[in-house]
């Protein structure tokens, strides 16, 4: 049961955009449409971004965006700002009826 | 207020056990499904395991680190739910959060802008 690969690190200019991968397998990520990305800001619980590979909850800002395709899925956050700066995780229901997340991204904002 | 909150981390041996609660609040806890999510300090998340709804006969399911040494349980006539560690190892010491999800939000209040919630954590460490 691997994670879900990301990559460790990614930047921006604040009003850049920004996208983060998270790559699985045909097993997960490609056989799902129920992938989610979370935001964690240090010492804090994870915030749900987006769910349903692209769904956002209401109280997330249109800035975030999510798709998939084949294996891998990826957030996209346009007009990048300060706050926006923070560890990023996808998570990816599995065939064994289980869930994963992706060993995280860290976001600096320049 | 919609919310979850974690109780029962602390010290314990290696080889001993440990029960966790995760207390809800001000949303339909029976509606919801609970994961367990931990981390490991400067690490990133791990999920644990999961309890399904009464409708889902509370069917869990348990990532493969855990799997046959943690028991996960809930008991919604008192909007919570547990996590019952046994046979702990030194890597199961981490922050254990809770998560409470329902498809659409359907569990929270209308005024609710999210689809989940989550617990603040409560941290668990194995030593001798």
């Known amino acids: 049961q691997s994670a879900l690969t990301q990559p460790a690190s990614v930047s921006g200019s604040p009003g850049q955009s920004i996208t983060i991968s998270c790559t699985g397998t045909?097993?997960?990520?490609?056989?799902?449409?129920?992938v989610s990305w979370y935001q964690q800001h240090p010492d804090k619980a994870p915030k749900l971004m987006i769910y349903?590979?692209?769904n956002r909850p209401s109280g997330v800002s249109n800035r975030f965006s999510g798709s998939k395709s084949g294996n891998t899925a990826s957030l996209t956050i346009s007009g990048l700002q300060a706050e926006d700066e923070a560890d990023y995780y996808c998570?990816?229901?599995?065939?064994?009826?289980?869930?994963?997340f992706g060993g995280g991204t860290k976001l600096t904002v320049l | 207020e919609v919310q979850l909150v974690e109780s029962g981390g602390g010290l314990v041996q290696p080889g001993g056990s440990l029960k966790l609660s995760c207390a809800a609040s001000?949303?339909?806890?029976?509606?919801?499904?609970v994961h367990w999510v931990r981390q490991a300090s400067g690490k990133g998340l791990e999920w644990v395991g999961r309890?399904?709804?009464?409708?889902?006969?509370?069917?869990?399911t348990y990532g493969e680190s855990v799997k046959g040494r943690f028991i996960i349980s809930r008991d919604d006539s008192k909007n919570t739910a547990y996590l019952q560690m046994n046979s702990l190892v030194t890597e199961d010491t981490a922050v254990y959060y809770c998560?409470?999800?329902?498809?659409?939000?359907?569990?929270?209040?209308?005024?609710?802008?999210?689809?989940?919630?989550w617990g603040q954590g409560t941290t668990v460490t194995v030593s001798s």
């Open positions: 998560q409470g999800y329902c498809s659409g939000g359907s569990c929270f209040p209308p005024d609710y802008d999210g689809v989940d919630v």
């Open positions: 001000g949303f339909t806890f029976s509606g919801s499904a």
């Open positions: 309890i399904g709804r009464k409708a889902n006969r509370y069917a869990t």
């Open positions: 045909s097993s997960d990520v490609g056989d799902y449409n129920y």
């Open positions: 349903d590979v692209s």
């Open positions: 998570s990816s229901f599995s065939s064994s009826n289980t869930r994963m």
